[in-house]
């Protein structure tokens, strides 16, 4: 192959396709399945969790009743809510960006950013409340209501803050790379032909929402559930 | 060997988007009514099917794994299939040391 041919295959390669791509369908193809392989490893990350809390689930039922009633139902819903609005925006902005439409995908990304931010000002005013309840495990952690509960119902406010400041943390991740995904795409780097960065942001900010889909009915919902039968 | 590698991008119709949005808010109010009512050993069982739909809806259209390639369905499958395998085999032991006591 003579320089002139390369030359010229340099002209009609798209500026963000990495050269061990063919192109940049292989490139989307090998991006999204990254992403999938990093999120099974999330499902198993949070998975671990979510086994050790349903394992004491069934052995203190009593106090995972008495703790799940400390929960704020109507944050917590309204919060399931606010992450279902902001999956929608956000796999619209991918549409957005597919479609060539820089000012859709800005408005939508600026969209899903908001409802995140929303997100994670409901979940501080709810991990306030629990502070000042005396709610947060350690030193000053205060249950008057069964002392010989309150063990295990500190041991619930564990898995609480533990499984919701992961998904907090995985929020707060997120907020970050979109801002970064914003500032790409306020400079017309997205289009038809490459959107990738778009796509692979909105697989992490979906399977987000879907821990939480999980965490609301677990830690908000059922907890008072297991007695009947416990 | 070029048309191999360029995947059809497929753009979703909004619609669909909407309807799975609301399949989704409905799920939510649902699973937050079956939690107000007393269904004995059922209310766990309901929310974990409400939850599993909502997650399965998430995953297949707003995750675009319904038009992906069948290696990204293995990868989906083969994480949840590893996920089923850690909560079945645990509580086999879990939820059958109660057994010997009656």
């Known amino acids: 192959m003579s320089d002139l041919t390369l030359e010229a295959q340099e002209h009609v390669h798209h500026p963000f396709l990495q050269h061990q791509f063919e192109d940049l369908g292989q490139q989307h193809e090998a991006s999204t399945l990254g992403m999938w392989v990093f999120l099974a490893t999330e499902i198993l990350f949070f998975g671990g969790v979510l086994m050790a809390y349903w394992i004491y689930r069934v052995i203190y039922p009593e106090a995972w009743a008495l703790a799940g009633e400390q929960q704020n139902t109507l944050a917590g819903g309204t919060n399931t809510l606010v992450l279902i609005v902001s999956s929608l925006t956000m796999a619209c902005a991918v549409r957005a960006a597919q479609l060539g439409s820089r000012r859709g995908t800005l408005a939508l990304l600026f969209a899903t950013l908001f409802f995140g931010c929303v997100f994670l000002g409901i979940k501080s005013y709810e991990y306030n409340a629990h502070w000042h309840e005396g709610l947060f495990p350690g030193l000053h952690f205060t249950w008057n209501e069964d002392p010989a509960l309150a063990p295990k119902v500190q041991l619930f406010m564990v898995f609480y803050w533990g499984l919701t400041g992961l998904h907090a943390l995985h929020m707060v991740i997120g907020v970050g790379l979109l801002v970064w995904i914003i500032s790409r795409a306020w400079r017309s780097q997205f289009g038809p032909e490459y959107y990738s960065p778009v796509e692979v942001m909105g697989l992490y900010w979906h399977f987000v929402d879907i821990v939480w889909i999980f965490l609301f009915p677990f830690l908000y919902l059922i907890p008072h559930f297991g007695v009947h039968h416990g | ?102």
């Open chain 2, 1 to 102: 060997m070029a048309d191999v590698h360029a995947a059809p991008h497929h753009i979703t119709p909004l619609r669909t988007y909407f309807m799975v949005f609301a399949a989704l808010a409905i799920g939510t109010l649902l699973t937050w009514y079956a939690s107000t009512v007393d269904l004995g050993a059922w209310n766990t069982p309901i929310a974990l099917i409400i939850a599993t739909t909502k997650a399965v809806l998430v995953i297949l259209f707003f995750m675009h794994v319904i038009y992906s390639t069948r290696l990204t369905w293995v990868v989906v499958i083969a994480s949840f299939v590893w996920l089923a395998m850690l909560f079945v085999l645990t509580f086999t032991d879990y939820l059958t040391r109660a057994w010997q006591i009656y």
